[in-house]
Every structure is written in C-alpha cells, then in structure tokens.
C-alpha cells in the first residue's frame, strides 16, 4: 500500500512518517509540500491512501481533491478550520485535528488498512462557504483564477465556461454550484446558462419588451441574455 | 447641569444690571405716560420686577424639569401654561401685599391697581415667556454639548475595545500547528521540543498581558517579533528565511507594545501561503527625523491576491492614530513580488496618550 503526505510543514510530515514506518501493510511512503505536487503526485503514482493538510499553499486540501483524477482514500489533517470540518466527513475516511495523539492516527489508518471505508462520494457540490477562487487544468497545468478576475460564467453542457479578460476556462461543473458558493452580492445568476460578475457590467439594454441584453466591459462582442427573474435580482443587486 | 445664571458671578451680575435698566425704563414710562409722580414710579417698578426676577430665576428650573421642544406633549404643554398663570397671580398677589403696605404711597397704590391691572398681566406674560425661551436656549445648547461629548466618549469606548479584542488574539492556526511541531519533535528531537514550548510560552504570555495603550522600547518589541519568527522557523524550516537591518539608536525608541506582531504574523501567513519555495521575510528599522520607522516586507509568489487583511492593518493604523493622534502613520506598498508595510512611529508622544508599561 503507498501512502502520500500532503503537509508544508516538515515537522508534521515527519511525525506522519514516523507513525506510518511502523506499519507492515504501508510499502512506499511519498511526500508533498504544496497542492499542485499533491495533485502531480496523486495522479501519477496513484497512491492507496493521502494524509491532506487542508491549508496548503497555493491550492487547498479541497481544491486538490477537485483535480485530482484518481481517488485514493483521504484523511483530511486540520488545524483549526471553523467551517469546513462537517464537509470534509462527506468527503474523507476521516480528519485529524491537530496536534492528533498517535491512538487516533491509528485508528483513522485503521479505517482504510481494514476497508472500513465506502469510498468517497461525488465532491463536485461539496464545496464548503464561499469560494474566493476557482482551478482548473489546461492541458497539464494547473489555473488558479481568483473570483474578481472573473467577468461571467456560461453553461455548456456538463461544463462551465468560466470567461475572463481574454481567455476562457471549461470546468466540471455546475451552473447550481457557482449559483451557491460564489459571493451573491457581486455574482447574478441573470439567466439559466449565464451569472455574471456585476462589477463587470457595462450596460444593460432593453431591445424587445421585457427583453434585456446585458453588455461586459471591454467585451462588446458577447451580449448575455436576462431572464425575467434574472432582471429582478439584478434590480435587487444593483438599485435601480 | 447647573444654574446658568445662580452658578455664574459675571452673568447674576449683568442679569441685576438689565433688571435695573428695565426697572428705569418702566419708571421712565410711569412718569411720562402715565404722569405719576417720580417716587412712586420708582417704588412700583422696583417692587413688581425685583419679584419678577426671583421669579424668573426660579423658571430655570421649570425648563429644567419639563422639556418644551418640538415634540413636546399636550399636557407638558399645559404644565407650563398653568405653571404660567400660578406664578403671574402670586406675582401680582405679593405687589399687592407689598405696595399697599408701603410707607406714604400705599393708599395711591390702592387706588391705581385694578386700573393697572391689564398692562402688568401683559408684561407678566411677555417676560415670562422671554425668560423661558432664554433658558430654553441655555438648556439646548448644553444638552447638545454634552451629548456630543458622550458620543465622542462611546466612540473611543469602542475603538478600545476593539483594539483590546484584535491584539489578544492569537491566531488559533499558529497555536495549534505549533502544538503539533511540538508533537512531532517529543518523537523527534526532545530537546528543541522543549525549547519549542518555552518559545510558544512566552509568546502566550506577552500576547495575553498587552494593553492597549502600552509602550515600550523597541528592543523588547524586537525580541518579541524573533522569538515569534523562531516559533514559526521551527515549523516551517528551510520554506522561511529572514533578513534583518536595524541601527543601533532604534533600539531604545519607543512603541506601542505588540503592534508589530500582527505585522509579522500577516507577514509570514502570506509570504509562506503564496510560496512554493522559500518565502522571505524582511525587518528593517532606522531613525528618521526622530521617527521610529519600521519596515515589515514579505515576498510574494505568482498571482496570490491578498485577500483580508484589510481589517487587521486598519486597526493596527487606528491603534497608532489613537496613541499619537496622527494620520498615515502606516503605509502599505504593494508590487509585483513584495508586500511591504511602513510604520513611522513619532518618539515625541503627546501627554495625555502616554502610559508608561
């Protein structure tokens, strides 16, 4: 069986592989400091079982797990995270908060050493509060794309089109999704394929009755059409 | 709120003075208008508004207790309305009893009353009146002072506060990740684990004594901020580095206690949250015009937007501005790779801010 730590501090690694020495069933252990070696790691070694710090520079334990391709079983390790413990039990074998005493590592092991676990459910609805950021792969790397930078997001089939200044991201996702993780107050869902980035708006114009078109700034090219319901929450959002 | 006029020598004084003019000016009238005779015009007058102007005193404290404004109700009005016609009637009772008791012109007083009756109920009023919104005037000018000085107050109340809730706060992250360093090394290492926990300790304790208000050098502060700095460089290893420049004569400026902490914590959060590799840490201190000026800078890797400390350098801003009642004493320059925070601490404290630790 692999074992991957996914920690940035050395410390917490070493004390996983000290405990993990010990175990017969544990053949390779492997090491990440960072999500994008994680992601790297997970999808080419195909390890059985990740130890994944939640905090994590550049992409967190939850960002990892939506790029991943393979699914080994996960602990989550955590800190201190106020809201994201009750989503991580959906998505893990468990979580350790730490410090963890080495009884309670045993026995979270123990879950997938004895296949006590189910696997893990579908993460794609799972994403805890409000997202400040978005990734996604092209071709082999890995996008961060911060929220602000988005100016609009179009359904297309089972994918997202996440649109900003000059370049435009598929993502596995749902429109429902984005709809519920990203800020309200600046993201409309104006239409059932389209939400925009109310910041971005340059105008919106009415060329039938009850018909609106809105227009992005500096993007006159694609007009986003609004729904009658989209209209009012725009009303609502933007006061007028 | 006292007496505007009882409590005040200067303004009882002029009070009399215009009391008098008005008694000369009434007896002026009684004699040219009315062609009464010199003394008893005088008598006259002196009697009723020597009287009238303890009863004008007296309606000081009539405003004081009913409040006659624009939301004033019926019956206040009423209060003061009756209030009115008690005290004209006692007025005109007691010139009465006082000038037909009076010496050679108590039978002339006798006679002229009833016919005189008419104008001193209408200068009664009009002065009654004229008092009452003078004191009105008194009341609203003071209320409205002390109301804006209990603003100001609660205002300040709240800002210390809130300075006393963020600079004992100890981030729960760095505590219990360095309780986990400490696990790690018991197994690894014992005796940095012990070394660990002195470290952390102290750190404990300074974060928990600190008020609000206090100063002290810049030398304490300093080994502060590097006891904290080893705490994190135990945990983080070769992923944090860093630099330090500072003169000698900074050593013994003075400081708010703790206002660099928050600095360094935002510092090292984010320059190891945006690195992949090492993230760098810089401390500079120097003196400056006889300003204290510090400079926390940490790197950056690749487009990692700050999100959020807004909240935390406003205060630390509002804390300096509250101790040396000064704007801008924080600035914030952000580039490409290099998050960098100034803080120009002025060594000449004003006097009412200063506490010594």
Known sequence: MKALIVEDEPLARQLIAQYLSVEKQISAILEASNGFDAVRIINKEHPDIVFLDVELPKLNGMEVLELIDFQPAIIFTTAYDHYAISAFEKNAVDYLLKPFSEDRFRQALGKVLNNEFTGIKDLKNEMPGTIERVVVRTGNKIKVIYIDEIKFLEAQDDYVNIVMEGERHLKHQTMKFFERNLPEKDFIRVHRSYIVNANCIDQIENYEKDQYLITIKENNSQKIPVSKTGYNKLRNALNF | ?357
């Open chain 2, 1 to 357: 709120m006292q007496h505007p006029v009882l409590s005040n020598k200067r303004i009882l004084i002029l009070y009399y003075v215009l009391w008098v003019l008005i008694i000369a000016g009434n007896s002026l009238i009684l004699i040219n208008y009315l062609n009464y005779e010199v003394l008893p015009s005088i008598i006259e007058s002196t009697v009723s508004f020597i009287l009238f102007s303890l009863f004008g005193l007296g309606l000081w404290y009539m405003e004081r207790y009913t409040n006659v404004s624009a939301g004033a109700q019926w019956d206040q009005w009423m209060t003061h309305f009756g209030a009115m016609v008690l005290g004209i009637v006692t007025w005109l009772g007691l010139q009465y009893v006082i000038l037909t008791n009076l010496g050679p012109h108590s039978g002339f007083f006798k006679d002229t009353f009833l016919s005189a009756l008419p104008i001193k109920i209408s200068t009664g009023v009009l002065f009654w009146i004229l008092i009452t919104l003078v004191f009105y005037v008194f009341s609203y000018h003071d209320k409205l002072h002390d109301k804006l000085l209990m603003e100001a107050k609660l205002k300040e109340n709240i800002q210390q506060a809130e300075l006393e809730r963020i600079k004992s706060q100890i981030n729960p992250h760095f505590l219990f990740n360095s309780l986990n360093s400490i696990n790690a090394l018991v197994l690894i290492q014992p005796v940095q684990a012990r070394d660990m926990i002195v470290k952390l300790s102290d750190y404990l304790r300074k974060s928990l004594q600190v008020k609000a208000d206090q100063i002290h050098s810049f030398q304490e502060e300093l080994s502060n901020l590097l006891n904290y700095f080893s705490i994190e460089k135990i945990r983080y290893g070769e992923r944090l580095e860093i630099n330090t420049e500072i003169t000698k004569p900074c050593f013994e400026a003075q400081l708010p206690s703790m206002i660099l902490q928050p600095l360094m914590e935002n510092a090292i959060k984010y320059g190891v949250e945006s690195a992949i590799n090492t993230a760098s840490i810089a401390l500079y201190a120097k003196m400056r015009d006889n300003e204290l000026v510090v400079i926390i800078e940490n790197s950056i890797e690749g487009n990692n937007m700050r999100k959020g400390t807004g909240k935390g350098l406003n205060l630390i801003r509002e804390r300096l501005q509250w101790v040396y009642g000064e704007l801008d004493l924080l600035q914030i320059i952000k580039k490409e790779n290099t998050f960098t925070v100034e803080l120009r601490i002025p060594q000449q404290v004003p006097e009412k801010h200063l506490v010594a630790s």
